[in-house]
């Protein structure tokens, strides 16, 4: 019969599920870990909106500062390779 794939993949799913409820105490303390069902709370603390245009304008400095130093190594290689091109 033409089943053995689909089959193995079963069993497989079977064991991999087994293995979830058989953690050892070791991994129950983790977060999302399999414990007693309780749920992990973290305490964040409160941010203003003032701390968050910060962190909104560094951001968007960032992206543009690597973008402008994606625009130049491409520009570098392009570059290159048509010199390349031309002399070759």
Known sequence: MGFG???AAMITSLKNNDRRKNRTQFDKDKA???GDGQKVEFDFPEVTPKVLKEIRDRLKEEKKRTFQK???LF???TSII???LIYL
């Open 70 to 72: 994606r625009i130049i």
């Open 75 to 77: 520009s570098i290689a």
């Open 32 to 34: 999302g870990g399999y």
């Open 5 to 7: 794939g689909s089959v």
């Open 82 to 84: 048509i010199a390349l």
